[in-house]
């Protein structure tokens, strides 16, 4: 039955790590940006909005079938790449459906571009806020200049800055996407270190911790065969996460490294828990040596490629 309603989402249906438990409300499909050279998440799928009515129909369907199981729908994430690139009118309208069938929601989320948020004044983003937008994913990935252009990210570390300024001002929560790895060999180090002044300077409830993949239609696996773009090697990855986290000033927040792209599964808060992320990273980089890590690697991502 569930099936129809995401249909269009395929493999990767893919919804912010911190609504796992979230019921997803179809919205848009794809990403209105899909340019970032790393990323095949849409499989093809180009930008679009659902539109209204057919909002409506799933939402309706979506009703029922939590109706039948006797489940109080609280939290719902606006499915798609960034869903906040709609005009505000238009997320007004869709917000006042998830009401209308689930009146007990208390949070609406879904992922953000740093210029989607900058696109809305405080005053729009504001009202969402009060119609319970309460938490955006935004995928910062670098804090990197030279790492974001390279991979046509389309926003600037500035970019990020003010969109994640904007929305602390807005009091909206928000959890970061930081990919390890996105630097490539030459720029490991800058990118650590940058992206973790970049992610001191805030103080985010969640920083979720990926790995770059080569998915196989994703711009880059062209510049990979060409060696314009070296992979780092899992245990690499790994040095360059410990090296994340050692540069990491914040105040109260999650780090979550469990995705399983990760080379090592890592959850803890910082900065109580900083040592001991510090000494399980070290632990694995003690037992492993390169070829080990990449077997591992190659055993677990079979189906996306590697050089
Ligand atoms: S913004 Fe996100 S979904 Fe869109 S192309 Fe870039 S990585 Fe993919």
Redesign the pocket.
């Known amino acids: 039955m569930l099936n129809e309603i995401y249909k269009e989402y395929g493999e990767y249906f893919y919804v912010p790590m911190t609504q796992g438990y979230s019921i997803a409300i179809p919205i848009t499909v794809g990403?209105s940006?899909?340019?970032?050279l790393y990323?095949d998440?849409?499989q093809g799928n180009k930008y679009r909005f659902l539109g209204l009515e057919e909002i409506d129909r799933r939402l309706k369907i979506l009703k029922d079938y939590y109706s039948n199981r006797h489940r109080t729908v609280k939290k719902v994430v606006m499915a798609g790449?960034?869903p906040l690139c709609l005009d505000t009118n238009i997320l007004i309208e869709i917000i006042k459906l998830i009401r209308y069938y689930f009146p007990h929601v208390d949070n609406i989320s879904g992922f953000a571009?740093a210029n989607d948020i900058l696109r809305k004044s405080k005053d729009e983003l504001l009202r969402l806020k009060a119609l319970g937008v309460g938490e955006l994913s935004i995928?910062i990935e670098s804090g990197n200049n030279e790492v974001l252009a390279f991979h046509n990210?389309g926003v600037t570390r500035e970019d990020n800055y003010l969109a994640l300024t904007r929305l602390e001002q807005c009091n909206i929560s928000y959890s970061t996407y930081i990919m390890l790895g996105l630097g490539g060999r030459k720029l490991s180090k800058k990118h650590a270190i940058d992206t973790a002044k970049f992610l001191s300077e805030f103080n985010p409830d969640v920083i979720i911790v990926v790995t770059l993949v080569l998915f196989k239609n994703a711009k880059l696996v062209e510049k990979v065969r060409k060696k314009e773009f070296i992979r780092l090697r899992p245990l690499e990855s790994l040095k360059e996460e410990k090296l994340l986290i050692e540069n990491l000033n914040l105040k109260n927040t999650i780090f979550n490294g469990t995705h399983k792209t990760n080379a090592l599964i890592l959850k803890g808060r910082l900065p109580q828990q900083k040592d001991i992320l510090l000494d399980k990273i070290h632990r694995e980089l003690e037992e492993y040596n390169n070829d080990d890590m990449k077997d591992k690697e190659v055993l677990k991502w079979k189906r996306w490629s590697v050089e």
């Open positions: 990403c940006w899909n340019k970032c990323c998440l849409n790449g960034n571009r995928g990210k």
